[in-house]
């Protein structure tokens, strides 16, 4: 069992940055891949960013790439998603999830924090 708790979220202004934090606790952190995923109401959960377990494979969803970097350190059992050129369209409920084998698709994840809201106004 793993428990993801997002933090970092808040309200910025187009071209702005943020830094996303997940903590994680409960089971071996540093063997699960790390998720970020986003969400606006009335729409799918989107695949934001991924990192194996590692820290050596990394994928960006195209709309944030050049734009977003994930990163993990596992001796603290944390996840980074650095944000910045920020646009209105990134604004959506956030989420870390853990999963077991390496993947883009929230199916695949099987762990998942409570999120974290980012606005960026224009």
């Known amino acids: 069992q793993v428990q993801l708790v997002e933090s970092g979220g808040g309200s910025v202004q187009a071209g702005g940055s943020l830094r996303l934090s997940c903590a994680a606790s409960g089971r071996i952190f540093d063997t699960y891949v790390m998720g970020w995923f986003r969400q606006v109401p009335g729409k799918e959960r989107e695949f934001v960013a991924a990192?194996?377990?590692?820290?050596?494979?990394?994928n960006f969803a195209d709309s944030v790439k050049g734009r977003f970097t994930i990163s993990r350190d596992n001796d603290k059992k944390m996840v980074y998603l650095e944000m910045s050129n920020l646009k209105p369209e990134d604004t959506a409920v956030y989420f870390c999830?853990?999963?077991?084998?390496?993947?883009?698709?929230?199916?695949?994840?099987?762990?998942w924090g409570q999120g974290t809201q980012v606005t960026v106004s224009s």
């Open positions: 999830a853990a999963a077991d084998r390496y993947g883009t698709v929230d199916v695949e994840y099987r762990y």
């Open positions: 990192i194996g377990w590692r820290g050596y494979c990394r």
